[in-house]
């Protein structure tokens, strides 16, 4: 009723209601705590609603063309693993329970243990990551084995033990892999890094490809690349003490290395900044125009569905774009919008309470958001990101021609209406809708079974799970095998940009009159023998480094099982982009976890 009120006073305007506190008095108190007022409550709708027909509207007013194609991904490395291991659990549990009791996941008793984890493989073909994923993992492969030499398991078939076997031999190969592990530990998407020091990459949350035998590029988190970013600029600038002083790139290393480690003391204070008369531009000392710093080349993520919308949305720079989920919204929108803020693409957040938010105007509220968006060119705003389940109705985004949905929506209501926020009265182009699907996958099931039944058959069962033949679609445990040909990819090799954030003019660097750059005593140091040492740093902590093998690691057979598959071999640098920084987001918990993610790559 209060909501009725809002519409009438303040989008109808209606003479009678200047106030919804009007609208209240005569409608909302008289029916809540009397019951009465229902009667002149028709009358007042039936005299300012005038229903049509959807017939009469398609004759009065003809839309724009909607095109609508599914795009079909395949996946490899650390997302394909932990798609496979998340289903692989539903292969144990119905196995080991034998389909009976309360121990099975599609008992009704078990229907919430179900659902999470139904949602999580979901969110697993974008991204998904949990720092307790890995010893749940090991502590299934225990109980499946203890399940198997116990008694009762004389009377499972031969079929059970197999898959049983291929289960286990899954889940094993994702806990030998360093790269899953290192997602897992990190719990953020990978970039591709080339150029970078191996010694800067463990400092910065990587995996340095010495790490495995099979990798042609070092992996590093967006929120690692993120922090270096800014440590650079920190360390570019002017402090209360003076310029700094630092001379080369192996200084400028040894000066982020110590600052990273300086930054996890808990009495670590960062040095004042030199102060800044008011509209006075920042200057930063220059970055030698042959540093190795201006040579570090990002490649694609450890995400296929994240490279292709970042390389959907730079293909179409002056097309604006919505993009809708459904399936863990705060974890896929945390690791698009860090993506997004890497590439310096403009957009806003529609989601939950709590989670909307703008890296281009500062507004939070959904209204502002929603105008914001709408009356902004593409160069101000692009973007939308939009939860399928809050922006389905009365949003209206025709300044939007492009549509894309993260994975296919079970739903035909809310299908329906995320697809009219672009494709209704008010537009005058034609919308294109891309919705993404891992092929082979869960999803795909979905999409095919989705296509299969009516309306009113999807609508009894809320959850696809609940259906009867995709339920069986995850106990028979249908994983992803490595795809025939790697390294084809949308995404390529780009520069990444350090200088970028507040650079004026600059200083070129000057040499110490002893040959030394002391810099608020860390930079290198004369020895006895004329050459810069560096200064001890034994008593600093060390930042724990990801295992290069599971410590969880139970071998099946006593030996490793192979690793990552190999990764494309760089190509020639295009010219060099200027990325823009923002801070991490994320939440935590088994449902919903830290993501910090970002992607940087070539347009093909």
Known sequence: MSRLGQLFSRFVRHPAFPKPEVWRSVFTSPMVEHGRGGGRLLRTLSSVVVKNQPDRIAEAWVLPPLEKETVFLTVDGPERLMYNCLLSLFCINAITSQRTDQ?????????????????????????????????????????????????????????????????????????????????????????????????LVS?????????????????????????????????RRDTAEGSPTWEDDEDLQEE?????????????????????????????????????????????TSSAKLNWVVDEVSRHKNDKFIIFSSVLTDLAFATLSEAFDVLNIQHVVYAGSGHTRTNASGIRDRGQLISFFDHSPAAVCQCILVDAKLGGRGVGLTSANRVIFLEPIWQPDLLVQAEKRAHRLGQTRAVVQKTLCVRDSWEDEVRKQRAEMTRSEVEGRKAPQRDERLGAVLRAARWLEPPEERGKGRGKWRMFEIELQGAGAGRRPSASAAGGSPHRGRGPVQGPSGQAERPARHDLPARPAPPARSALKRSLDGTAVAGAPALPTPVASPPAVAFALAPATGQVGFGANLAMAGVAFEKP
């Open 203 to 235: 400092e910065f949350g990587g995996l340095a490809r010495e790490a495995t035998t099979d990798r042609r590029a070092d992996l590093i988190p967006v929120g690692g690349l993120v922090t270096l970013r800014g440590t650079v600029h920190q360390l």
């Open 256 to 300: 982020l290395i110590t600052w990273q480690q300086q930054m996890r003391r808990e009495d670590w204070k960062p040095p004042l900044m030199a102060p800044r008369r008011k509209g006075e531009v920042e200057r930063l000392k220059a970055i030698d125009p042959d540093s190795a710093f201006r040579r570090i080349r990002l490649g694609t």
């Open 103 to 199: 121990d099975y996941l599609f008992h009704p008793t078990q229907q919430k243990y179900c659902d999470e984890l139904t949602t999580n493989l979901s969110a697993s073909a974008f991204f998904f990551a949990n720092h307790e994923i890995a010893g749940r993992l090991a502590d299934a492969i225990t109980f499946a084995r203890q399940s198997a030499a116990a008694r009762k398991a004389a009377a499972w078939s031969a079929e059970d033990r197999a898959s049983l076997d291929k289960a286990l031999s899954v889940v094993q190969e994702a806990l030998d892999d360093p790269d899953w592990n290192n997602v897992v530990f990190r719990q953020a998407v990978q970039i591709q890094v080339d150029g970078l020091e191996s010694e």
